[in-house]
Each structure stands twice: as structure tokens, then as C-alpha cells.
């Protein structure tokens, strides 16, 4: 009999960010009836929050050229969530007015990141995040902020937490308290996360943060168990294991999303999301794409997937 039990959250929220972390660093043009056929894959699903896409220039990201018509395209899944990545206002103006209903702030963690994701130091670049911020209060439309890199930079290392709770300050005098923590380029530790989360909760006790947790080096779903600890309950994840940002030097992509609800599932957390299905979608993907970014369940399949047992085991005892 077992007398100790690992306490955890029952319910968690999985947000799909392939249509927009992982097909952004795809280099072969996807269709966008193919974009929309695959968001309406992943309603089909159970889930219930989508990352879209990303409203930024098309010179930068060419990939999400079509982000008018694929959000316009896909406005009858009414019961889904959608969201948008936004680098300027700008780009907050065009999801607006393509029927997006919430906006997700970009900032990253460490000057040397954000000169090379957004062409300003961490200071300036949260300076210029206001405008969008007023734009979407004005316009009645919920917004969220980010911290890229929050748990490690590839040009600087580690993040000193003074400078992520001095980010959240920022943050918070913007009216801004629901955050998404990325560990973009995969550096982060279970520790580093709870011990991070735990100081974060105690100073910004009425913050909503979630966990954007990229599998660089295979520490995503061990790190997702520690933010579930600080009883973080909602997570970023993309279908098939893409992703990557264009700005982290050997970033691999997100944490699968069939690998975390299989993974949640196993452990007694509810996602409202049929797994089965959510596997079918993920081939789908990868079919799509013609590669996957490393899931797991795409290879091994989940575990209620028993096999034959060998020949001759029968006649065994």
C-alpha cells in the first residue's frame, strides 16, 4: 500500500501553440487551408485554447503571412479560445481586427535575447509594450504578458530572479498580472524552476503565471512536475513536439502536447482532452510537416497501447 502521495493540482490547462510556435520555424511553406484544417484538428480534440498565430511582419516570420485568413478562417470554433503572439502595435491592430480576442505580450528576460528577438534592450522593448496595453484595454480585449528566456539566455546564462521580479514590477504597474514563463532555449531544472515560481508566487501573489517549456535537453515534462508543484496549472504545448524560436541558437521545440496530456492523464490530472484523438492530429502534423520534433508518444505510443505477448508464453507456469 502506498501512504505517501505526491500532491498535485486535479485539473490543468493546455494552451496548443503549434499553429504559431510550431509552424513558425518551419522553412517549407504550409498551405493555410492546411493551418486551418489542422486548428479545426486540434477543436476536434477537446481542447479549448488555441495560440493562433502571430501577427508580426511578414519579412520576419514568412511562415504566418496568412494570419488574417487563418484566424477569420476558423472563427466558427466558438467554444475555443484563441490567442495571438504580438510584437507592436501593429500588430495588435491587425489580430483585432481579424477576431482575435487575446493578446500575448513579447519580452524577453535579457537584453542580449531581446535586441535579437525584438531590436531593443529588455527596458525599452517593455516601454514600447504600453500602447498595445491601451489599445486592448480600450478595445475590451484580454491581454497576457511573457518572459522569454526567463529560466536561462544562451548569450547570458542564467537569469538572476531580481530581474525577473523586476520585470513582473513592470509588469504589474501596466495591469498586466497573467505571465507566461518560457524556458525558451530548454536550460531550466526542476529546481531553478520551483525554487524561481516559489519566489515569484511570494512576491506577486496575485500573478497567473504558466509555463512555456521547451525539450532542448529533455528536462520539459520533469520541469512541468515542479511548476505543477508551485501549483501552476496551465501549460503551453505544441502538437508533435515542434517549435523553437529563430533566436535561441539550438532550441528544439516545445514539450508535445500528446506527451503532457498522456503524462497528466497517467498521473490523475484532467485536461478535458481526448488523448486519442489529440494522437491523431499529432500524425497529422507530422505528416503535414514531414518530420515531428521529438514526441514521444509519437514513437512508443500511449501506455494503455499493449502489445502481443511472444510466442510461446503461453505454455510458461
Not at 17 to 43: N, S, Y
Not at 81 to 97: D, H, M, Q, S, Y
Request: charged share 25%; proline share 5%.
Amino acid at each position: 500500500m502506498i501512504e505517501n502521495t505526491l500532491m498535485l493540482p486535479k485539473k490543468a490547462t493546455i494552451w496548443e501553440v503549434c499553429p504559431r510556435d510550431g509552424f513558425q520555424m518551419e522553412r517549407k511553406w504550409i498551405p493555410t487551408e492546411q493551418k486551418i484544417r489542422l486548428i479545426h484538428r486540434f477543436a476536434d480534440t477537446g481542447i479549448k485554447h488555441i495560440e493562433v498565430t502571430s501577427f508580426v511582419h511578414p519579412k520576419a516570420i514568412p511562415q504566418l503571412k496568412d494570419a488574417e485568413e487563418v484566424v477569420k478562417s476558423v472563427q466558427d470554433l466558438t467554444d475555443v479560445k484563441f490567442r495571438a503572439l504580438i510584437p507592436n502595435v501593429r500588430g495588435a491592430e491587425r489580430a483585432i481586427g481579424a477576431g482575435v480576442k487575446k493578446l500575448k505580450l513579447l519580452l524577453s528576460a535579457t537584453d542580449s535575447h531581446s535586441l535579437a528577438n525584438s531590436n531593443a534592450t529588455v527596458k525599452d522593448a517593455q516601454a514600447k509594450l504600453l500602447p498595445i496595453v491601451d489599445l486592448a484595454h480600450k478595445s475590451n480585449i484580454e491581454i497576457s504578458g511573457s518572459i522569454s528566456v526567463a529560466f536561462g539566455c544562451p548569450f547570458e546564462g542564467k537569469v538572476p530572479v531580481e530581474r525577473l521580479l523586476s520585470i513582473l514590477e513592470d509588469y504589474r504597474k501596466m495591469g498586466v498580472t497573467e505571465i507566461s514563463l518560457a524556458d525558451t532555449s530548454g536550460t531550466g531544472d526542476p529546481k531553478l524552476i520551483y525554487d524561481v515560481l516559489g519566489v515569484m508566487k511570494q512576491e506577486f501573489p496575485e500573478f497567473i503565471f504558466s509555463m512555456h517549456l521547451h525539450n532542448t535537453r529533455g528536462m520539459a515534462f520533469a520541469n512541468a512536475v515542479a511548476a505543477l508543484q508551485q501549483g501552476v496549472t496551465i501549460f503551453d504545448s505544441s502538437a508533435a513536439g515542434l517549435g523553437g524560436c529563430p533566436y535561441a541558437p539550438n532550441a528544439a521545440g516545445n514539450i508535445a502536447s500528446e506527451d503532457i496530456v498522456h503524462a497528466f492523464h497517467e498521473m490523475g490530472i484532467e485536461t478535458g482532452i481526448d488523448l486519442d484523438k489529440l494522437l491523431e492530429a499529432a500524425k497529422e502534423v507530422k505528416k503535414t510537416i514531414g518530420h515531428d520534433g521529438g514526441s514521444f508518444l509519437l514513437k512508443a505510443g500511449p501506455n494503455s497501447q499493449l502489445h502481443c505477448k511472444p510466442a510461446g508464453q503461453e505454455k510458461l507456469g
